[in-house]
């Protein structure tokens, strides 16, 4: 249990790291226009990379809301990364305002086609005036239960990644603690 915090602090760690450095603005937009333009790179991107959606619609929904980022004003990327050896992929995300983000992992390579079991997820909302709202995932559960991830496209054409999501999300670390399906989808454009 003492290796499975620490993928989970790894992985927020990197998404914070990995969406601070990724906000949007406009000399950003017009750096990224310009790699998008050249398609050898396009046809040369490998599976080891982050990469920051530049078009497409991230929803994940929580109880009776459903928050959508758009990766044309927010920062929504496809992430791939190694922790103690062990290779995992997700999307991140967090809003222009930065009063929302969120993220999802699991463990392996993407590929099209291929369901995963989930192994890391956490939801942010700050909200002006209150407590900021948390959910991770649930201690109820053991790690093949957290829920699964399915990419149905995956850096074909100019999809970056296609796909959905359901897991179970804690609104607190205490065993027992409630907690509540979040199901979600994804389609992320390169270009």
């Known amino acids: 249990m003492p290796r499975f915090f620490i993928r989970i602090v790894c992985f927020i760690l990197l998404l914070s790291a990995f969406l601070s450095s990724c906000q949007k603005d406009d000399s950003v937009k017009v750096a990224k226009t310009d790699l998008k333009t050249d398609s050898t790179k396009l046809n040369s991107v490998s599976a080891s990379g982050n990469y920051l959606a530049i ?3 991230l929803k994940i929904k929580v109880q009776d809301s459903t928050y959508t980022f758009n990766a044309a004003q927010d920062s929504v990327a ?3 990364m190694d922790i103690d050896g062990e290779q995992y992929f997700g999307v991140t995300a967090i809003n222009k305002a930065h009063t929302l983000s969120f993220g999802i992992s699991s463990l392996g390579e993407p590929a099209a086609e291929m369901a995963s079991n989930i192994s890391g997820a956490q939801f942010l909302m700050s909200v ?3 407590a900021n709202l948390e959910y991770t995932l649930t201690r ?3 790690p093949q239960d957290f ?3 399915v ?3 995956y850096n ?3 999809v970056l990644a296609k796909g959905t999501f359901h897991t179970y999300l804690a609104r607190d670390q205490k065993q027992n603690s409630p907690f ?3 199901d979600g989808s994804f389609e992320l454009q390169m270009k």
């Open 55 to 57: 078009k497409g619609i």
């Open 78 to 80: 496809f992430v791939n």
């Open 128 to 130: 002006p005036g209150r």
């Open 140 to 142: 109820n559960a053991r």
């Open 147 to 149: 829920g699964t991830i």
């Open 151 to 153: 990419i149905e496209k």
């Open 156 to 158: 074909q054409d100019t």
């Open 180 to 182: 509540y399906v979040a």
